[in-house]
């Protein structure tokens, strides 16, 4: 699984997710038309609240399968729109 990351985590989340497998990119604090152009490549978006996940930003990520929200809350995520496209939507309060 391709796992983009568009604001700082901790780098032991970062490594824990790559001593798994997964394939974690990192392009923090992207301007929208770089975000736009590199998540059709990706089945997993994590963001702190940097970035808002948005149905605009949703009709560029046909392959998005899964968004991680490090920190509390998930006020910059819209709940409703992931769901309508089948997105599961997931925080990390401790993170």
Do not use: W
Request: aromatic share 6%.
């Amino acid at each position: 699984m391709r796992v983009l990351i568009v604001d700082a985590i901790a780098p032991a989340g970062v490594a824990y997710l790559r001593e798994r497998g997964f394939v974690v990119d990192e392009l923090l604090k992207p301007s929208l038309e770089t975000l736009y152009a590199r998540l059709p490549d990706y089945e997993a978006l994590i963001t702190r609240s940097g970035t808002a996940v948005n149905a605009r930003l949703l009709d560029h990520a046909p392959r998005l399968r899964i968004v991680g929200r490090a920190g509390v809350g998930i006020d910059n995520v819209d709940v409703d729109a992931c769901s309508q496209h089948g997105i599961v939507v997931c925080n990390a309060p401790y993170g």
